[in-house]
Structure formats: structure tokens, C-alpha cells
């Protein structure tokens, strides 16, 4: 872990000096969609690389369907032209703790609800559109890995344990339409 510190401290450093630096803000409007709130920022490490860490929080449940969880999903981005215009590849890496069930997937995910957390990474690719002076739009599409541990439940509030489980996922790992502000 200290490692990993030690990364995020030179990439901050990097910011701080950077003479191309440039920062937004942004949120992707799919998750909006899915009542979950984000929020990203992606600063710029240099004329073609960036890092962008988003958020994403959806505590709500509606009748015995829920969705709740919460995410953070760092990435580093390289630009094919320059940062913020046009295509893009990352490398994100994500966490998440979850609590869902009661929606219409499956029968069982209907029936049943799941509560965990889960760890991965993974490749992206995206590009950005110039739609504004300080606004652009983002089309982003992600495969890779998670490692999932969870335990099912009843979808009853105080129901037992019905199996506990830690298993492997490789597929999509991340999807945005995301609507982005450039601060400078």
C-alpha cells in the first residue's frame, strides 16, 4: 500500500508543475440516468497524459429494488493529439461496495439481494469533443477485471445469509457519456 502512495504523490507533484496544466470537472450523464451522483476531475500531467478520478454514490432504494453503492474509479489517460480534444486510452483501476438486489435481471436477483465490495482494473478508450469555449463531451468505454466478494440475502430487511462468495469477473468495466467543464 505504501507503494501506492508513493505513486499518487508523484502524479500529484506532477500536476503541481506541470506548465500544460489544465483541470475540469466533470459527470457522466449515464449514471445520472441511473439516479447514482458523480462527480470527476481529471487534471493534466502533461501536453497528452491526464489523470481523472470520479465518484460515484447511489444511496437510494425503491420499494424492495436497490442499487445502493458507492465507487471510485482513478485513471490515467493517454491523448492521441493533446489532453482534452479528440481520442484517448486509459488504465483505471476501480473499488466499490455494494448492497443490490430486488430488480428484474434475473429471478434470482429478483428474489435476492447481494452485499459486497469489489476491486479491479482495466483498459478504457474514449474520445472528447469540443462543444464549447470551457465545455466538452466524452464517449467512454472500458474492459477488465474485478474481484468480487459478497453475500447473498433474502430481499427481507433482517433476512439470514444464504451463501458467501468471492469469484471473478473479466467484461465491461466502465461506460460514460460525460458532460465536462474546463476550469483552466
Avoid at 476531475?41 to 444511496?59: I, K, Q
Avoid at 473499488?95 to 430488480?103: H, L, R, T
Wanted: hydrophobic content about 40%; aromatic content about 16%; proline content about 2%.
Amino acid at each position: 500500500m505504501n507503494k501506492f502512495y508513493f505513486v499518487l504523490a508523484i502524479l500529484l507533484a506532477s500536476v503541481h508543475t506541470s506548465r500544460a496544466q489544465r483541470w475540469a470537472v466533470k459527470s457522466n450523464l449515464l449514471y445520472d440516468a441511473a439516479t447514482t451522483v458523480n462527480l470527476g476531475v481529471e487534471a493534466a500531467l502533461g501536453r497528452r497524459v491526464t489523470l481523472d478520478v470520479s465518484g460515484n454514490y447511489n444511496p437510494w432504494k425503491f420499494g424492495d429494488a436497490r442499487l445502493k453503492h458507492w465507487l471510485v474509479q482513478p485513471e490515467v489517460r493517454y491523448w492521441l493529439c493533446e489532453s482534452f480534444n479528440g481520442h484517448f486510452f486509459g488504465l483505471h483501476a476501480h473499488y466499490a461496495e455494494y448492497n443490490a438486489g430486488g430488480i428484474d435481471f434475473s429471478t434470482d436477483f429478483r428474489r435476492n439481494r447481494y452485499q459486497g465490495h469489489l476491486y479491479g482494473a482495466g483498459l478504457s478508450y474514449g474520445y472528447q469533443w469540443l462543444i464549447g469555449r470551457r465545455w466538452n463531451l466524452e464517449a467512454t468505454v472500458g474492459i477488465g477485471y474485478a474481484r468480487l466478494w459478497d453475500r447473498k440475502y433474502p430481499i427481507a430487511e433482517c433476512g439470514e445469509v444464504i451463501r458467501t462468495r468471492s469469484r471473478n469477473y473479466f467484461g465491461p468495466t466502465k461506460i460514460g457519456l460525460t458532460l465536462i467543464f474546463i476550469i483552466k
